[in-house]
Nanobody, 124 residues
Framework: QGQLVESGGRLVQAGDSLRLSCSAP????????MGWFRQASGKEREFVAA????????YNEDSVKGRFTISKDSAKDTVYLQMNNLRPEDTAVYYC?????????????????WGQGTQVTVSS
């Protein structure tokens, strides 16, 4: 599948907005299910959001529903994660991942191509 490259992470204050980008090899975004996960220090990797080839989306309702939005631009081979009203508990390394076409999976093991991650830090 090739390399996924995340960008956009930085230090922000609580209540701020931030948009992460994931640049993917050609046709990856249009073909595969794309997901965003995050991992806070000392915690397990957590599902954030995913978007299927069809455009169908899924979110971690408990933690990000209503605040985060996943989208994609297949022409630019890029997936985005728009994050609004950020909270200190959103602090984590955010990873982009690609899975075989299908419903948007919440399971990390379903994804077989991962980026290196981008750090998001939210100060209170």
């Amino acid at each position: 599948q090739g390399q996924l490259v995340e960008s956009g992470g930085r230090l922000v204050q609580a209540g701020d907005s931030l948009r992460l980008s994931c640049s993917a090899p050609r046709r990856t975004v249009s073909w595969y299910t794309m997901g965003w996960f995050r991992q806070a220090s000392g915690k397990e990797r957590e599902f954030v959001a995913a978007i299927a080839r069809s455009g169908h989306t899924a979110y971690n309702e408990d933690s990000v529903k209503g605040r985060f939005t996943i989208s994609k631009d297949s022409a630019k081979d890029t997936v985005y994660l728009q994050m609004n009203n950020l909270r200190p508990e959103d602090t984590a390394v955010y990873y982009c991942a690609a899975a075989q076409p299908g419903n948007p999976s919440r399971v990390p093991g379903s994804y077989d191509n991962w980026g290196q991650g981008t750090q998001v830090t939210v100060s209170s």
